[in-house]
């Protein structure tokens, strides 16, 4: 069957079943609209550049090229935007008790959930005056809620990420999947 043929023939049939086919349509639609959704509406992400090591180049935002000044510059001289809110992440072990559990670890200020549209469930988020006094406050996405303590997290409880403790203060609403398929709610907020 040649290409023509098999775009007729999928024409033909879209056609016969025209409920069907514009369901379907409307299915994907409205799961692309949700994936973007869970992103933040209106949201751009400024990712460093990648190292080169060895001649083989690695990952984006490997290269550390932009400063915590650099977003409040984004924030004062770009038109139009209304939140910048720097981040640094990567990925540790969180202990509570005696369970434990490898998480992405955030880095943010208290806009950052502003701006990807991010509610707090139980709890707040921690305060400027706790960014600037470095307290060691956390809140914690529902997965690490689940993971660590059986989904009965209590404000005040005590987790470490590696071996610095940090209270937690509140616990992040569900967001569900990101578009790479990794879980968003597999996080754990700290202040930046």
Do not use: C
């Amino acid at each position: 069957m040649s290409v023509s043929e098999g775009l007729r023939a999928a024409l033909r049939a879209l056609r016969a079943n025209r409920m069907r086919s514009a369901l379907t349509v409307l299915g994907i639609v409205v799961g692309v609209a949700e994936t973007i959704r869970t992103l933040g509406a209106n949201l751009l992400i400024v990712v460093p550049g990648a190292q080169d090591s060895g001649g083989a180049r690695l990952s984006a935002g490997t290269r550390h090229t932009l400063t915590e000044e650099d977003a409040g510059a984004v924030g004062r001289v770009v038109p139009g935007v209304q939140i910048s809110s720097p981040l640094v992440s990567r990925n540790a072990q969180v202990i509570a008790g005696n369970q434990n559990w490898a998480t992405l670890v955030a880095g943010i200020k208290p806009d950052y959930l502003l701006a990807r549209e991010w509610p707090i469930a139980h709890g707040r988020m921690f305060t400027g005056g706790e960014v600037d006094a470095g307290a060691k406050v956390a809140v914690i996405g529902s997965m690490i809620a689940e993971q660590l303590f059986r989904g009965q997290v209590r404000l005040g409880e005590v987790l470490r990420i590696g071996s610095i403790p940090f209270t937690i203060i509140g616990e992040l609403d569900t967001k569900g999947q990101a578009g790479s398929g990794r879980s968003q709610d597999d996080v754990v907020g700290s202040k930046k």
